[in-house]
């Protein structure tokens, strides 16, 4: 399974996952083999990106284990949660009053599914819906800071006050002028301004909300301070940034580095780690920083790596706390040929190999075009 930017889709090419509207429907099931009107749909939708079945690892006897990937939170769950936060915020949109129970309940659910998962990585964090990123955004901090929670050993107690902070961080943007929130270009100064506004708009409009509790409120008061003092609304400093914020910030940076939009491909998990990483002290509380990377697969199963020894090998299994050394099944050897069942390579074993590269989904997609499983997957299309 691969993510292919919308841009970078061809006919034949055969789709993992369902994909959505933004109001929960289904558009094009799993298995579908693309033709170009559908291309042309997807890409008229603003989708950014799709998953796509993997040609360069159909052929492994793992490609079960590589299809399963397993997540922290259902797909059906995360579109069912986007579809209630999109629901309630265009409805405090139309009539000004804010409905607390939808993202009470919302809340609620992903965290129930989160503690469900222990130990579980986060391997795919996007949601495959049209033009959602706001409220798709909303979900994946509200799941991020879960698990984040649950591993800094919350109790359920505190695990409700931070996922419902979580989820209504950014809450305040509904009172930002569209066209400064949606503006494609550099904000003016002014802009800027008024766009910062929106912790402190969030957090007024949250404190009056007698069922959300005051600290959830302060999540959106605080989620832009930065650990050195240099972040605002109010530049609070290290421990004087309430925790619960100080988690969401880091989920809100690194799902936002990761995310694909119509206009930028997101990030790779390796970059977006060593981003992050640069970011301890300054941005971010370093130990809770450390606690949320240790859950997040920074090669996710399914990613197509050169290592040191010229050899192309595609992730099979990843360990928390041992991300950097995954294992691997090598699909092409160093001389560029493919292999029908290469060697499987444990770096935690192995510990003289690399990982030299990992290939963006587009250079992918062109190693695959050559590949015989893609040509016959074209000629089913015609
Ligand atoms: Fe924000």
Avoid: W
């Avoid at 007698?210 to 609304?233: C, M, W």
Wanted: include cysteine.
């Amino acid at each position: 399974m691969q993510k292919v930017s919308t841009k970078h889709l061809h006919p034949g090419m055969v789709l993992a996952r369902n994909i959505f509207s933004t109001d929960g429907i289904l558009l094009l099931s799993a298995d579908t083999v693309l033709n170009s009107t559908q291309i042309e749909r997807l890409q008229h939708f603003n989708l950014p990106s799709v998953y796509i079945r993997n040609p360069l690892t159909d052929q492994l006897t793992d490609k079960d284990m590589l299809d399963t990937i397993p997540e922290v939170v259902r797909e059906e769950t995360r579109v069912q949660a986007v579809q209630v936060v999109q629901t309630a915020f265009q409805n405090f949109s139309a009539n000004h009053r804010l409905e607390s129970q939808p993202f009470k309940d919302t809340a609620e659910f992903l965290m129930k599914e989160v503690i469900e998962n222990p130990g579980a990585m986060v391997h795919l964090t996007d949601i495959r819906t049209c033009d959602g990123y706001t409220f798709g955004h909303s979900v994946n901090v509200c799941v991020l800071s879960t698990l984040t929670g649950i591993q800094l050993g919350y109790n359920r107690f505190q695990l409700k006050e931070l996922s419902l902070g979580a989820l209504l961080h950014d809450a305040g943007k509904m009172l930002i002028p569209k066209e400064i929130l949606t503006k494609a270009g550099p904000l003016t100064v002014s802009e800027r301004k008024s766009m910062e506004q929106h912790p402190t708009l969030g957090f007024d409009l949250l404190r009056r909300q007698r069922d959300i509790p005051l600290v959830s409120a302060h999540v959106a008061f605080q989620h832009h301070e930065k650990f050195n003092g240099t972040g605002y609304t109010r530049g609070l400093k290290g421990v004087h940034i309430h925790e619960y914020a100080r988690i969401v910030a880091i989920a809100d940076v690194y799902d936002a580095i990761t995310s694909d939009r119509p206009y930028k491909e997101g990030s790779l998990p390796h970059q977006a780690y060593e981003v992050m990483l640069s970011l301890a002290n300054t941005h971010f509380d370093p130990i809770i920083l450390r606690t949320f990377l240790n859950q997040i697969a920074i090669y996710p199963v399914g990613s197509i790596v050169r290592l040191t020894t010229g050899e192309i090998a595609v992730v099979t299994k990843v360990i928390p706390g041992l991300q950097t050394r995954p294992a691997l099944k090598v699909i092409f050897d160093a001389s560029g040929s493919k292999l029908e069942n290469g060697p499987e390579i444990d770096l935690a074993q192995q510990l003289t190999i690399f990982i030299d590269k990992v290939f963006t989904a587009a250079e992918v997609v062109k190693i695959s075009l050559g590949n015989m499983y893609f040509n016959q997957s074209l000629r089913q299309a015609q």
